[in-house]
């Protein structure tokens, strides 16, 4: 690293900048802010959903630990205060999914504590709640951290300000999966989503902006792609579970209406052995004039940024590349 360039007065780096720029460094430096900024610290743990005042006394009995050495592993950051609350929090900076760190460390909260929470901090964009062994697994992203704190009651205190440049700077934190395209074929997850707005699938971790389903030739549909909702919210949970997750929902969106049409299309169907599945939670939908088909044909290099032959499990495309396959916003004056 050169820390200063030819003809420059002083170095553009800071000191969290000689930290590094792996996983261990943008943990120890949030912990670092929340041990550091009373303010910070209760800001996130309301945004986790904890009621607690923002007092000195409250501050003064929280512990704050990193790299804490248990049987179950070594944690990245842990919060805690007697009685209260325990935080895990798992922090990754690289692609793909987080799934050992969801059940490792289950066994190692304090039993006392009227709060429990696994805070898996990665780049995906996920609103995934799950609750396991009176634990509350919340999936966030690094983004929704810096929303956070990007704002005029935190910017101007300089330790926020640092860590803000810190992030954005040494992590490229803006690959957001914008819209997810997957097949629909079967009549009950049709239902589930014409009548209901909700997506059901097999457990998945990753949080895209917008749904837009590809309707197969063999549905009674026209094949393709003639809608695109907006996702409101996502959980993942058993069938069975549903009533628990009310308040969830309730956060997704305030209109009863919705809600109450969300409730029902999760119990469409028979439930299937209390299998986990993820559902997702839709905004009316946006319905087009026309379907956008897959590439056809044999051509090398087809479907790329786009979709061909059998549509992948998770296959996310950009609005831009979304709206090249729309010929009317495509046409010039």
């Excluded at 640092?162 to 040494?170: P, S, Y």
Aim: glycine share 4%; proline share 2%; charged share 30%.
């Amino acid at each position: 690293m050169i820390l200063k360039q030819i003809k420059t007065k002083k170095t553009s780096y800071s000191l969290l900048d000689l930290i590094g720029n792996d996983e261990l460094a943008i943990s120890k430096i949030f912990a670092y802010l929340l041990a550091y900024d009373k303010d910070c610290y209760f800001h996130f743990l309301h945004f986790l959903g904890i009621s607690i005042k923002n007092s000195t006394n409250n501050y003064q009995n929280s512990v704050i630990t990193i790299e804490k050495k248990r049987e179950e592993g070594r944690t990245d950051i842990e919060l805690f205060q007697i009685n209260k609350y325990h935080i895990i929090i798992e922090c990754k900076i690289k692609k793909g999914m987080v799934t050992k760190q969801r059940s490792q460390y289950l066994t190692a909260f304090n039993k006392n504590v009227k709060q429990k929470i696994l805070c898996i901090l990665t780049r995906q964009r996920d609103t995934n709640i799950q609750i396991k062994n009176d634990v509350l697994i919340k999936n966030i992203n690094w983004l929704d951290i810096i929303e956070l704190f990007n704002n005029k009651q935190f910017f101007k205190k300089k330790i926020v300000s640092d860590f803000l440049n810190f992030t954005t700077r040494n992590y490229r934190m803006k690959e957001i999966k914008e819209i997810l395209i997957q097949g629909l074929s079967d009549p009950t997850e049709i239902k589930r989503y014409k009548e209901y707005c909700v997506y059901r699938r097999n457990q998945i971790f990753g949080t895209p902006l917008y749904f837009a389903p590809y309707f197969s030739r063999n549905s009674d549909e026209i094949e393709g792609i003639t809608n695109i909702s907006k996702i409101m919210g996502i959980l993942t949970m058993k069938q069975t579970d549903a009533e628990s997750f009310m308040s969830d929902l309730e956060n997704f969106s305030d209109d009863k209406i919705i809600v109450d049409n969300w409730l029902k299309g999760v119990k469409l169907g028979k439930d299937d052995k209390n299998t986990l599945f993820t559902y997702y939670f839709l905004d009316k939908p946006y319905k087009f004039k026309k379907a956008l088909t897959k590439d056809r044909g044999i051509k090398k290099g087809r479907g790329k940024n786009w979709i061909a032959a059998n549509i992948p499990p998770n296959r996310c495309v950009s609005f831009i590349d979304f709206i090249k396959h729309i010929p009317e916003l495509m046409k010039l004056d």
